[in-house]
């Protein structure tokens, strides 16, 4: 099973305070995770579940045809995923793949490319693209090791992976190695070849070629949103 951790998104991307308001960050949030949904429904894959009790993304999941496990904690990524992987196991879900909301630029192809990767048992790790994050995680079994998220989270996962006497596969994917969480990965998103929601939304927000991002908020229009 894909499962996508999401924590409520009215106080999404705290990170990018400083360039946007809350009413554009908590947007963005949920363009990105739409670009995810998008990419992970047209992946052909089954079994996706947001893990979440966000109304937007509940919402989001429905019109998806994916499964809600709900979140009612929503106190951090890792608690999420520790949850719903025991509701895995409890279900005799024998492989999880996690992929985080915030990787807009996953494509469908990358999704096929890890489960074509992984090993018969054992785990496969795709790193962000500074290798200190772990951008997407796959268990089989689910309960090989628990995944602790943060922004250096690869190598302790690298090293509980190794640990388990299971193969262990990295590779490099370029979308899913783009989390966005500072100016500067909002820059490169809107940079990007592409017109995904997300990708439009930075434009418009003033970042990537020629653009004069207003901090605060981005265009009126968009800050405004709440």
Avoid: W
């Avoid at 998806?64 to 879900?93: H, K, M």
């Avoid at 054992?122 to 309960?143: H, Y």
């Avoid at 090791?145 to 193969?167: T, V, W």
């Amino acid at each position: 099973m894909i499962l996508v951790p999401v924590k409520r998104l009215s106080g999404a991307k705290q990170r990018l305070e400083a360039v946007l308001g809350q009413g554009a960050r908590t947007e963005l949030a949920q363009a990105m995770l739409a670009d995810v949904a998008r990419a992970l429904a047209l992946s052909a894959c089954d079994d996706v579940a947001l893990v979440t009790s966000d109304e937007y993304a509940v919402e989001l999941a429905r019109s998806e045809g994916f499964d809600v496990l709900p979140d009612e904690s929503n106190r951090s990524e890792t608690d999420a995923i520790d949850a719903a992987t025991r509701l895995c196991q409890a279900r005799g879900i024998e492989l999880t793949l996690v992929i985080p909301g915030d990787v807009p630029l996953i494509a469908p192809g990358e999704v096929r490319a890890i489960f074509e990767a992984a090993p018969p048992l054992g785990s496969l790790l795709v790193p962000s693209r500074d290798r200190r994050g772990t951008n997407a995680a796959l268990r089989r079994p689910s309960s090989l090791f628990p995944l602790r998220f943060g922004s250096d989270s690869f190598l302790p996962h690298l090293e509980a992976a190794m640990a388990s006497a299971k193969p262990c596969v990295v590779i490099s994917l370029a979308g899913i190695s783009l989390d966005v969480d500072t100016p500067e990965d909002l820059g490169d998103l809107a940079r990007a070849a592409g017109e995904t929601r997300s990708q439009i939304l930075a434009r418009n927000l003033g970042f990537g070629p020629g653009g004069g991002h207003r901090p605060g908020g981005g265009r009126p229009l968009v800050a405004a949103k709440s």
